[in-house]
């Protein structure tokens, strides 16, 4: 009973287990294709090292020297100015005939003794100079117009007709207040309009407006010098 109950198991194993590939030798046909397969490969392995040698590369022309440049560039602008002018350009060299002088009307000739003498002579002189005498002419100085009549004091005649300096007394001035005279000298725009109405108003004998403390008959400080030294006074 026992042996045939192990008989039973093993055969169970036997039909649950996979089939085993055969493994015996291949077919011709199969070795042959493995054969070259393996004698010619597809892509070299990344680490295999090439023995097949590299030729240098050859580098880039070297850099032309700054005359050489500069050589090239005038060549090329003496081509394009030859091609242009339809002339070819002169070279420089002392052997060169000097460059022909052109006569040109705009410049005088008046400091060139040998060009006068050619163009000119004594006569031309004289008639010339005639000409220019009978063109003068002198204008003869004329009186200075009036002026209109006005009934304003002249200042310029008062500084000439007086001959006391800035600040001498002459003229009494009693009860003169400073205080006044600096109130109201400070209305008038300048001393010149001062002294007119100073004259206007009475002066230089009186100061009603107390325009002259000092008595020299100029009001606000005044000054008739410049007057009298512009006629020589």
Request: aromatic share 4%; with cysteine; hydrophobic share 35%.
């Amino acid at each position: 009973m026992r042996s045939i109950l192990a008989v039973i198991v093993a055969a169970t194993v036997a039909a649950c287990s996979p089939p085993v590939p055969d493994s015996g030798p291949a077919s011709r046909e199969e070795q042959r294709a493995r054969d070259a397969a393996l004698a010619n490969p597809g892509l070299p392995s990344p680490y295999a090292i090439s023995e097949e040698s590299i030729a240098p590369t050859p580098l880039a022309s070297a850099q032309t020297s700054p005359n050489a440049d500069i050589a090239a560039e005038t060549t090329a602008a003496l081509a394009a100015t030859s091609a242009n002018s339809g002339v070819p350009p002169l070279e420089a060299s002392p052997s060169n005939p000097p460059p022909a002088i052109l006569s040109n009307p705009g410049i005088s000739s008046e400091n060139d003794f040998a060009a006068v003498s050619a163009e000119q002579t004594i006569e031309s002189d004289a008639e010339r100079l005639a000409q220019n005498r009978a063109q003068y002419e002198v204008i003869q100085p004329t009186e200075l117009p009036s002026r209109s009549a006005s009934t304003q004091p002249n200042v310029v005649a008062y500084a000439l007709q007086t001959s006391n300096p800035k600040g001498t007394r002459v003229y009494n001035r009693a009860g003169a207040s400073q205080s006044k005279f600096q109130r109201n000298c400070a209305k008038y725009a300048s001393p010149d309009l001062a002294q007119v109405d100073f004259l206007n108003a009475g002066g230089p004998q009186r100061d009603r407006k107390g325009l002259d403390p000092d008595g020299d008959g100029y009001a606000c400080g005044w000054d008739p010098a410049p007057f009298r030294a512009a006629v020589g006074n």
